[in-house]
């Protein structure tokens, strides 16, 4: 009977132990203080093209009369409630987040182009655009988001292969690409390759927003050329006949891959389109609440410096500029080089 008893408290204890440590995993912080050296400097304020970074693969840009964002996802829960029960877009967050970026209220985007229909890109999209009049870009899985929160029929726009979209003087086209690949059971819960073929109405699981068609947007604007590429995928060739002088590339799960994919997708997303700058996002704690703050994702969920290593290495080796944002940075754009640098 000890003996039994012992054997219980053991096992509580090895598993009390395997929660700690799998929670500071989760939790730790990698430090940005090894890239202090490229984070990028305040803008200078009369900039042309602005473009801010707001946490995973969102992003604006805007030239004073005309705004894009991408993805547009702002409710950031905790680890544990995707983990653990149904999601659905947190208005609080969505609204400040809007009010950070400047764009609350109508008029306010455009366009909101999602790259591709996972929740952390697709969730937020349909309520930023009830609330801005802005239309939605994106695949037939993202278009069943936006139907699923009965955003009307005239704000949700699926292209057609190639197509191009004007607002003002941005020039959009989303370009078919590929998702990074995941751990299998991942990328079994989350829909990898799978589609989105009824409205979703949330509260859902997370794994109801499958991953649809992924995208690279490619930005054309007369002060400056953007690659926004919403996941570190490639399918191989589908950039080359673009071009484009900066390039946003989402980082998340980069580190886990070889130092040989790292190349491939230096090689299909920055090479192939000539970038000359690279800026990496999506490597942030997208668990937790988007401010200044905002660490990168710990060593339970990627590898943050593995990424940056991969990605600065291939920039120097190739003459590129390679900075990092912090989130909510802003940097500016005149006749396709950065202001204030
Ligand atoms: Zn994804």
New binding site residues.
């Given amino acids: 009977m000890t003996a039994v008893r012992h054997k219980t408290r053991l096992a509580l204890l090895l598993l009390a132990l395997v929660v700690v440590v799998l929670t500071v995993l989760a939790n730790w912080r990698p430090s940005l203080t090894r890239w202090q050296a490229f984070l990028l400097p305040a803008p200078a304020p009369a900039a042309p093209l602005q473009v801010t970074w707001l946490g995973t693969a969102t992003v604006l840009v805007s030239d004073g009369d005309n705004a894009i964002m991408t993805d547009g996802f702002f409710s950031r829960q905790s680890l544990f409630q995707v983990a653990s029960g149904d999601i659905e877009p947190d208005l609080a967050r969505i609204e400040a987040g809007l009010a950070k970026a400047g764009v609350d209220g109508p008029g306010g985007l455009d366009a909101v182009v999602v790259l591709?229909s996972?929740y952390?890109?697709a969730m937020d999209a349909p309520e930023v655009a009830r609330r801005t009049g802005a239309v939605i870009l994106g695949s037939e899985s993202t278009a069943n988001v936006a139907r699923g929160w009965d955003l009307p029929a005239a704000q949700i726009h699926v292209p057609a292969p190639g197509e191009m979209l004007q607002f003002g003087q941005f020039e959009l086209e989303l370009v078919p690409s590929a998702?990074?690949p995941?751990l299998p059971f991942i990328a079994r819960l989350?829909g990898h390759g799978e589609t989105i073929d009824t409205p979703l109405r949330p509260p859902a699981p997370v794994s109801a927003w499958k991953?649809g068609q992924?995208y690279a947007l490619v930005l054309r604007h007369p002060q400056g050329r953007l690659l926004i590429q919403?996941?570190a995928g490639f399918v191989g060739g589908e950039l080359a006949s673009h071009e484009v002088d900066v390039a946003l590339l989402s980082t998340?799960s980069l580190g886990r891959q070889s130092t040989r994919y790292i190349g491939r997708y230096f090689e299909e997303t920055v090479l192939a389109t000539g970038a000359h700058t690279v800026i990496p996002m999506h490597w942030d704690h997208f668990f937790s609440v988007l401010d200044r703050n905002t660490h990168p994702l710990g060593p339970l969920l990627d590898d943050f410096h593995g990424a940056m290593d991969g990605l600065q290495q291939q920039s120097a080796l190739h003459d590129r500029d390679f900075h990092l944002l912090e989130p909510l940075d802003t940097f500016g754009m005149e006749g396709g080089r950065l202001t204030g640098n």
Wanted: hydrophobic content about 15%.
């Fill in positions: 591709h996972h952390d890109h998702h990074v995941m989350t991953e992924s919403g996941s998340g």
